[in-house]
């Protein structure tokens, strides 16, 4: 088998080790991954032509209310027109919906049952084609407003306890339309992989007295090889435990526990590291099938956390689980991140490189 080397010290010497796979293990969640570098590829071999969207015979978001849809809760015009950037309508297949009462429990057999009240929206931009990684930084800053806009809304409910904020692309990634849209779901329960990363930075928090996040991306910034794009608000990265080949984060430079505590001043420039890490994935990639979301903590009641960092997390399909991801939770990714992030800069957008040169 193929080895690699990796250069440690002990007692003043060098010693050389042949590894072909490494564990590394997240200290927010406590997962483990694999990096098994004798099944290393290059990024052509993750850039598979993705399968193209079923096309309905009209666009239903093209315009939203003539196609069925409820008024938007939210609308932006075009400065100076009356024509529209982004719509947030209601989902007219809702997981969620204002029926039922609010997180009255009942029981069947051992299993605990709630009602499934709650919100389900549908962040639509204007363009049929373009996404985030072809949007102009106005485009970027309007459907990020939007997010934050309907996040802070929404905390208002006191039966929301979370508020998830998502976009799917491509058919794989669970994309049922082409034209280019981003969900928001809110809801009354705190979901468990939100609560073990909570838990994990509490931890990290009593046992060292620091914010995990925080002392991450301190490290991130000083090693350099998995740093993506940074402007004065925002840093994209490779994670050094990456899920999956091309995995990449977002984070605020800037302390903030909830996405709600988000600036208005800030639309733009998240908007703009949203636009960076994209961009870099469709050039290297050929425009793959992704999700990306925002972790972020709960709302109403549920704490204040001081010790997390909201972020966005983006997630390429390159891999599928098969037999020992799904048996361990273990997941297997086939790239370091650091080689992820060297192949992804290379294609970071001019604007962007003029952009981070003036940090």
Not at 83 to 96: C, G, R, S, T
Not at 113 to 130: A, M
Not at 179 to 197: K, N
């Amino acid at each position: 088998m193929l080895g690699f080397l990796r250069s440690t010290k002990n007692k003043g010497k060098q010693e050389i080790h042949a590894i072909p796979s490494e564990l590394r293990r997240d200290p927010v969640t406590g997962d483990w991954i694999v990096i098994a570098r004798s099944r290393s590829k290059r990024p052509s071999d993750f850039a598979v032509t993705p399968a193209p969207p079923v096309k309905a015979a009209k666009d239903p978001f093209a315009n939203p209310q003539a196609s069925g849809n409820e008024e938007a809760v939210l609308r932006y015009n075009k400065e100076g027109t009356g024509d529209w950037m982004v719509q947030v309508i209601p989902n007219k297949f809702p997981a969620f919906t204002q029926q039922g009462e609010c997180m009255v429990p009942s029981t069947q057999g051992p299993f605990e049952v709630v009602d499934g009240r709650g919100y389900h929206e549908v962040v639509i931009t204007k363009d049929p084609i373009r996404d985030f990684a072809q949007f102009s930084h106005e485009e970027a800053e309007y459907a990020v407003r939007a997010f934050h806009e309907r996040f802070v809304a929404l905390s208002a409910d006191a039966c929301v306890r979370y508020i998830s904020i998502f976009q799917n692309h491509g058919v794989e990634a669970g994309a049922s339309l082409t034209h280019p849209h981003s969900q928001i779901i809110a809801i009354p329960v705190v979901p468990a992989a939100v609560r073990r990363s909570l838990g994990g930075a509490k931890r990290w928090n009593a046992k060292y007295g620091t914010n995990v996040h925080q002392e991450i991306l301190k490290w991130e910034r000083a090693q350099k090889t998995r740093l993506l794009f940074e402007n004065e608000e925002f840093t994209v990265v490779c994670p050094f435990v990456s899920r999956v080949a091309f995995e990449m984060r977002i984070f605020p430079k800037k302390h903030q526990a909830s996405f709600a505590e988000l600036a208005p001043s800030e639309y733009g420039a998240l908007g703009d590291a949203l636009r960076a890490a994209l961009g870099m994935l469709r050039e290297t990639l050929n425009d793959p099938p992704y999700n990306f979301f925002i972790h972020t903590t709960p709302v109403n009641g549920q704490g204040t956390h001081e010790y997390y960092e909201w972020h966005i997390e983006i997630l390429p399909k390159t891999a599928t689980w098969a037999g020992f991801e799904l048996g361990t939770g273990i997941e297997i990714s086939t790239l370091e991140p650091e080689r992820a992030a060297e192949f992804l800069r290379v294609n970071l957008p001019q604007w962007a490189k003029e952009e981070a040169s003036t940090l």
